[in-house]
């Protein structure tokens, strides 16, 4: 196992800013985001993990329903790209095109990025706020085969509270999902 050193970013502190191509072939800056939007979701994602193919419908619904209040998610693939092929940034551009992302795609080829944010599996939420500060940083939700079970619906809360202005009640929690695959 290749043990590799990580910032982990805690919570209350700012999350690191970045420049990362999108498959929208933008090239897309965390801190022009933080200055359109109150609320800013980042998602560790991979085109080949299952529990990323659970949550995608969640993910999209999470985007839909708070776009309107001034947030906005944002999918990062940091998952090793010479690997196989499954992450490439052609595979990013089809798994964004079948699921219909309502979100960017952003490819952190470097995985620095991912590697500062202090994410560890697929799928692993960072919430900041306009500030820039992380405030919430774990799982989804605590149901991730059952979409429609009742349960903590960790992010979504979050995001909510955010948006009134309260403390997030749970503002961390153990990532749930396949291991990111890190390059040697």
């Known amino acids: 196992m290749n043990l590799l050193e990580t910032i982990d970013t805690p919570v209350g502190s ?22 359109k939007f109150r609320v800013v979701a980042v998602i560790s994602l991979c085109n080949h993990c299952p529990y990323v193919e659970w949550y995608i419908d969640r993910l999209k619904n999470i985007q839909a329903e708070f776009a309107p209040k001034g947030f906005t998610l944002i999918g990062m693939n940091g998952s090793d790209g010479n690997h196989g092929t499954k992450p490439s940034f052609e595979n ?3 798994f964004a095109q079948r699921h219909d992302l309502n979100f960017p795609y952003l490819w952190d080829s470097t995985q620095d ?7 560890t599996k697929t799928p692993m939420a960072f919430l ?6 992380v405030r919430y940083k774990g799982t989804i939700d605590d ?28 503002p961390q929690t153990e990532a749930t999902g396949t291991t990111l695959i890190w390059r040697n």
């Open 143 to 170: 149901h991730p085969q059952d979409p429609l079970s009742a349960g903590e619906d960790y992010l979504r809360t979050a995001i909510a509270s955010l948006f009134l202005g309260e403390e997030i009640d749970i």
């Open 113 to 119: 990025v991912t590697r500062s944010f202090g994410a």
């Open 92 to 94: 990013m551009k089809a």
């Open 14 to 35: 700012y999350a690191p800013d970045f420049e990362l191509p999108g498959i929208d072939g933008q090239v897309h800056h965390l801190r022009r985001y933080l200055e």
């Open 128 to 133: 900041i706020d306009s500030n820039g500060i």
